[in-house]
């Protein structure tokens, strides 16, 4: 088993981050942000209704992304799993490129690897409706498929950001314009392409240092939005957690299944496990 510690770090990263994200995202609800109208409009909604729902759903977003961090059930961090994905899929489905969806993985990946380190979504209802907690049986596997789960998120987010620099997003040619960039669609260029190759870093050998590294960069760089700088920050705040969580997780691994591995109970299924994952150890 693991260290009590290392699943509480990764446990209130993982809660901490997801309660951001809904409640960043519940804010541009409050502040009715116009760009809205156009994901209103994919279920047929006009724009005067549209104004008038985003405040409910803002509010709704921020309510539950403070049970998440006073009381959180695991419905609802359900909810935000099922309300990420939807929210990050109506871009491309209102005209936007599809990378603005990979961008968003951690909306709904995060609160996904949130329910795999407490226990899942529950084996009945009443589970289901019960609040999450630190879960002190975490085995191997499970850890394996939380591991698993944050480089999928981390390589999408930083894949789809890094091609929206590719393909010259508006906005962020103007974020480098205004930051002082002589030439800032060469700058979008050179940055996707850093963005994806760290992405493809992370997807086949997840060092620890360039975890910590794209985590420095991902919490500087998102605070240089034109507009709204600060409320995009927390909105964004599931992607950062994404990759603290995995920085936390695979120094466990390193250390942990070596300890485990050296019980003289250990079955040989664990034995192999442990062979699988002691590639980990080079990561810290």
Same mark, same amino acid.
């Given at each position: *088993?693991?260290?009590?510690?290392?699943?509480?770090?990764? /446990?209130?990263?993982?809660?901490?981050? $997801?309660?951001?994200?809904?409640?960043?995202? =519940?804010?541009?609800?409050?502040?009715?942000?116009?760009?809205?109208?156009? /994901?209103? =409009?994919?279920?047929?909604?006009?724009?005067?209704?549209?104004?008038?729902? *985003? !405040?409910?759903?803002?509010?709704?977003?921020?309510?539950? =992304?403070?049970?998440?961090?006073?009381? !959180?059930?695991?419905?609802?961090?359900?909810?935000?799993?099922?309300?990420?994905?939807?929210?990050?899929?109506?871009?491309?489905?209102?005209?936007?490129?599809?990378?603005?969806?990979?961008?968003?993985?951690?909306?709904?990946?995060?609160?996904?690897?949130?329910?795999?380190?407490?226990?899942?979504?529950?084996?009945?209802?009443?589970?289901?409706?019960? !609040?999450?907690? &630190?879960?002190? $049986?975490?085995?191997?596997?499970?850890?394996?498929?939380?591991?698993?789960?944050?480089?999928?998120?981390?390589?999408?987010?930083? +894949?789809?950001?890094?091609?929206?620099?590719?393909?010259?997003?508006?906005?962020?040619?103007?974020?480098? *314009?205004?930051?002082?960039?002589?030439?800032?669609?060469?700058? +979008?260029?050179?940055?996707?392409?850093?963005?994806?190759?760290? +992405?493809?870093s992370v997807l086949i050998r997840p060092f620890r240092f360039l975890l910590i590294t794209l985590f420095i960069?991902? &919490?500087?760089?998102?605070?240089?939005?034109?507009? /709204?700088?600060?409320?995009?920050?927390?909105?964004?705040?599931?992607? /950062?957690?994404?990759?603290?969580?995995?920085?936390?997780?695979?120094? $466990?691994?390193?250390?942990?299944?070596?300890?485990?591995?050296?019980?003289?109970?250990?079955?040989?299924? $664990?034995?192999?496990?442990?062979?699988?994952?002691?590639?980990?150890?080079?990561?810290?």
């Amino acid at each position: *088993m693991f260290k009590i510690n290392t699943q509480q770090k990764v /446990y209130y990263t993982l809660r901490i981050a $997801s309660a951001l994200c809904f409640i960043g995202h =519940g804010i541009f609800g409050l502040i009715t942000k116009a760009i809205w109208c156009n /994901y209103f =409009g994919v279920f047929g909604i006009g724009q005067h209704l549209s104004y008038q729902l *985003m !405040p409910v759903v803002g509010s709704l977003d921020i309510l539950f =992304g403070i049970l998440i961090l006073v009381y !959180p059930i695991r419905a609802i961090v359900l909810w935000l799993v099922i309300w990420g994905f939807v929210t990050a899929l109506l871009r491309p489905l209102s005209g936007e490129p599809v990378f603005e969806f990979l961008e968003r993985f951690g909306n709904f990946g995060t609160p996904l690897a949130l329910l795999i380190v407490s226990g899942g979504i529950g084996r009945n209802l009443k589970e289901v409706f019960s !609040p999450i907690k &630190i879960n002190d $049986s975490v085995n191997e596997q499970t850890w394996a498929n939380l591991v698993t789960v944050l480089r999928l998120v981390i390589f999408f987010l930083f +894949a789809g950001h890094g091609f929206l620099n590719l393909i010259e997003k508006e906005s962020l040619v103007t974020e480098y *314009m205004a930051l002082g960039f002589i030439h800032p669609a060469e700058t +979008a260029q050179i940055i996707g392409t850093f963005e994806i190759i760290a +992405a493809l870093s992370v997807l086949i050998r997840p060092f620890r240092f360039l975890l910590i590294t794209l985590f420095i960069w991902k &919490i500087s760089s998102e605070l240089f939005y034109p507009q /709204y700088e600060l409320f995009e920050w927390i909105e964004r705040s599931a992607s /950062y957690g994404a990759i603290l969580a995995l920085w936390f997780a695979l120094q $466990s691994i390193s250390v942990e299944t070596k300890f485990f591995y050296q019980r003289k109970t250990v079955t040989q299924a $664990s034995k192999d496990y442990y062979n699988n994952c002691l590639n980990f150890k080079n990561y810290t």
